[in-house]
């Protein structure tokens, strides 16, 4: 049988998550004009180069957060509660949403730690890197280290600086997720192709 994998998508509205999305799934992205995403879902094949069927990674793109997280938890409360893994996005152009991440992060510990083994799922942090002149935010590599350096439940324990116009970064990025679910998982098999909004998936 294959295996099905969900993640959750989420952080400040405007940085780019649906992009980075879409990127990965068709290898492409369209320049169009800013769209307020509301809540999408993406399957995404993923080639483990093992014996057995493809893997498919449901991804549940989800409206980015206006005011606090904690006000929005409950429009995916229900999401919560069944996805292997969450995905934060951020920019680098402004402190405020790499603020709006670790806010959701505490949520996370509080919504979903099992008390007894103290973990929470894997939290894979992707900085969209949107602008490389003076409008970059003034966060440095320290202040990522400093909040993911010593936490487990991240992948990789850093922050995955990505770009739009960069599938690869991309790619390796979700690969790193995808061994943290999958240990067997040897290298990179993401395939072009996703299919929006498709929600039944065969294992």
């Known amino acids: 049988m294959g295996k099905l994998f969900r993640v959750l998508v989420w952080g400040k509205n405007a940085v780019g998550k649906t992009s980075l999305i879409e990127q990965l799934a068709y290898g492409r992205i369209d320049d169009k004009p800013y769209r307020e995403t509301i809540e999408d879902t993406y399957c995404i094949q ?3 180069n093992l014996n057995e069927k493809d ?5 549940h793109d989800i409206g980015g957060v206006k005011n606090s997280p904690g006000e929005e938890l409950s429009n995916i409360r229900h999401l919560m509660t069944l996805v292997d893994a969450i995905i934060l996005v951020f ?3 402004s402190n405020e949403s790499f603020e ?3 806010a959701i992060k505490h949520i996370i510990e509080v919504k979903t730690t099992d008390k007894n083994k103290k973990e929470i ?3 894979l942090v992707l900085c969209n890197e949107t602008v490389t002149d003076e409008r970059r935010s003034t ?3 320290t202040d990522f280290e400093q909040w993911t350096g010593k936490d487990k439940c991240f992948v990789g324990n850093r922050v995955w600086f990505v770009n739009i116009r960069d599938r690869t970064r991309t790619v390796e990025a979700f690969t790193a997720l995808m061994k943290e679910l999958y240990k067997p998982q040897s290298k990179s ?4 192709g996703g299919k929006k909004g498709k929600t039944n998936v065969n294992q």
Request: with cysteine; proline share 8%; aromatic share 8%.
């Open 189 to 192: 098999g993401f395939t072009l």
């Open 121 to 123: 799922v894997p939290i």
């Open 46 to 48: 993923y080639d483990s």
């Open 91 to 93: 920019d680098n152009r």
């Open 100 to 102: 709006c991440c670790k």
């Open 55 to 59: 893997i498919v990674l449901r991804v």
């Open 139 to 141: 966060l440095t590599p």
